[in-house]
């Protein structure tokens, strides 16, 4: 009977499966033989012997399989198709199941190479980042810095600005700020070149202190604002005109105290209120 081992095979076989079993015995062939025959897995055959259609993939694979295991016996296909679908009857047809996939966990691990490599890069952008932003070894010409408004205090009860402090000779910090966009060169006495850029308005550039008779080159001195320990001296020009001048605190102390001669532009007469130039700076005119 159906589901039954094939010791216990009927006499007369009734079912599709045990007429197989029954062709296959009578030619004493081995199961194996008929898979190898028909490339069909030996456990599915089984299951058709033993009429477990259940554990096929579909309907469709059971009647495919048991007529291939008609013909490799040399049974009449057609009758045994017919009686095989009176069998299974109203079965209802179910998808083949998904093949299945053998997932290798360690192929999802990168390689040591990779994981490697991944870290030099990482490290080297750090250091790159760091170089950037720490140093100005990329970056050429000196860091740009906030301007400062300079202003000189007028007295509410004089017309005449109070005068600062003069810087002691042979000391002091010297600071050339740009008024508008303006070129310059900055040498030392041996003609190292200690600063040379197109400034833009606002920018500015503290001379070091240590320069040997530091000498500035510019063909708009009228752009460019003299400071000496954060006041005003006299410009190094008024118009378009190349001009070199030394530019060490003693040499601008031999020219005029500080805050004592008027920005380059602004008209030299007396007024109550400060002028404002064009970086920002308010000056007053005695």
Do not use: C
């Amino acid at each position: 009977m159906e589901g039954e081992p094939a010791d216990n095979a009927t006499l007369f076989p009734a079912t599709v499966g045990e007429k197989l079993r029954a062709a296959r015995e009578a030619q004493k062939l081995e199961l194996s033989e008929i898979a190898s025959r028909t490339r069909i897995p030996q456990r599915h055959l089984e299951a058709i012997e033993n009429g477990n259609y259940a554990g096929l993939p579909s309907v469709t694979y059971a009647m495919g399989f048991a007529k291939s295991y008609a013909r490799a016996v040399g049974a009449d296909e057609v009758a045994l198709g017919r009686q095989l679908r009176e069998e299974i009857g109203d079965r209802l047809e179910r998808p083949a199941p998904p093949p299945a996939y053998d997932f290798d966990e360690r192929s999802r691990v990168p390689s040591s190479g990779i994981a490697w490599t991944g870290a030099i890069v990482a490290i080297l952008v750090l250091i790159g980042v760091g170089l950037w932003y720490g140093t100005n070894l990329f970056r050429g010409g000196a860091p740009a810095e906030e301007p400062v408004a300079i202003e000189n205090v007028v007295d509410a009860g004089n017309t005449a600005a109070a005068a600062p402090t003069p810087a002691p000779i042979g000391g002091g910090q010297v600071t050339l700020v740009a008024i508008d966009t303006v070129w310059l060169r900055v040498t030392d006495a041996s003609g190292k070149r200690l600063f040379e850029k197109e400034m833009a308005a606002g920018e500015r550039y503290d001379v070091p202190a240590d320069a040997d008779r530091p000498r500035v080159r510019t063909g708009r001195p009228d752009r460019l604002q003299v400071l000496l320990n954060g006041s005003n001296v006299a410009p190094l020009g008024t118009g378009v005109e190349t001009v070199e001048a030394d530019v060490s605190a003693a040499a601008l102390q031999a020219r005029g105290q500080p805050g004592a001669a008027p920005q380059p532009g602004a008209p030299a007469t007396p007024s109550a209120a400060p002028e404002e130039t064009p970086a920002g700076n308010a000056i007053a005119f005695p």
